[in-house]
């Protein structure tokens, strides 16, 4: 079955500091993936996708991911972390499964940046 | 452009009693979905739609069901709440039966059972 797995459950940064989040999914076939972001008290928006192409792809506010087919990967990254950069981050995979897509998420990396 | 709206924002119910969640969508999108959101749990789908008419159980089914008579329109009900279904609830939709979406979510609902 489709899952994905983010491994930091809670991150605290300093400012400026760099952020790496890890996302694992396991899937065999084509899949596209995606971060979303939650800021407090907001709804959930999308960071940053990759469907195909060049593997490190660019989101908003700097934020950046890899795509590593091998280990099946998706990795978060920023290399200088704000404090608005507080919120929840959420890994998505969305796949085609039984003639259909369906889309899941990780269960969330909640991030707070000290000021 | 509302977007994805969720109605109502916060419920608190009784064990046992019952209610619908709505989420309407003014984009045309096909796609829709529900999900749950609890602390360390992230998002779990509970059932999805991938067209007017037509839905599909997602990861966590059990105890909801759902309706998209309207391409617009996509309800979520609780027959018979149980404390576990406390929770805050996202709708979201999407525009492409495809790989490549992207989700559109509303603002939540939070539902407290007691």
């Known amino acids: 079955a489709q899952s994905v797995s983010q491994h930091n459950h809670h991150v605290i940064l300093s400012e400026a500091a760099s952020l790496e989040l890890g996302c694992n999914y396991s899937y065999g076939g084509t899949v596209n993936l995606f971060w979303y972001v939650q800021y407090p008290g907001q709804h959930l928006q999308l960071l940053l996708k990759y469907f195909s192409g060049d593997p490190l792809v660019k989101g908003i506010k700097g934020f950046e991911a890899e795509f590593i087919k091998s280990k099946f990967s998706f990795n978060l990254r920023k290399p200088s972390v704000q404090w608005s950069d507080t919120a929840e981050y959420f890994c998505a995979v969305n796949a085609r499964t039984s003639g259909t897509y369906k889309y899941i998420f990780g269960t969330g990396t909640r991030l707070k940046v000290l000021a | 452009n509302a977007g994805v709206t969720q109605t109502p924002k916060f419920r608190v119910l009784k064990t046992g009693q019952s209610m619908t969640l709505l989420c309407a969508q003014d984009m045309n999108h096909e796609y829709m979905y529900w999900y749950r959101q609890d602390p360390g749990m992230g998002l779990r789908l509970i059932h999805y739609?991938?067209?007017?008419?037509?839905?599909a159980k997602g990861e966590v089914p059990d105890g909801y069901n759902v309706s998209r008579l309207k391409k617009q329109n996509f309800l979520l009900g609780l027959e018979s709440a149980a404390p576990s279904q406390t929770s805050v609830y996202f709708c979201?939709?999407?525009?492409?039966?495809?790989?490549?979406?992207?989700?559109?979510f509303g603002a939540g609902s939070r539902l407290t059972v007691l």
């Open positions: 979201a939709s999407s525009s492409r039966s495809s790989g490549a979406n992207v989700l559109t």
């Open positions: 739609s991938v067209g007017e008419g037509t839905t």
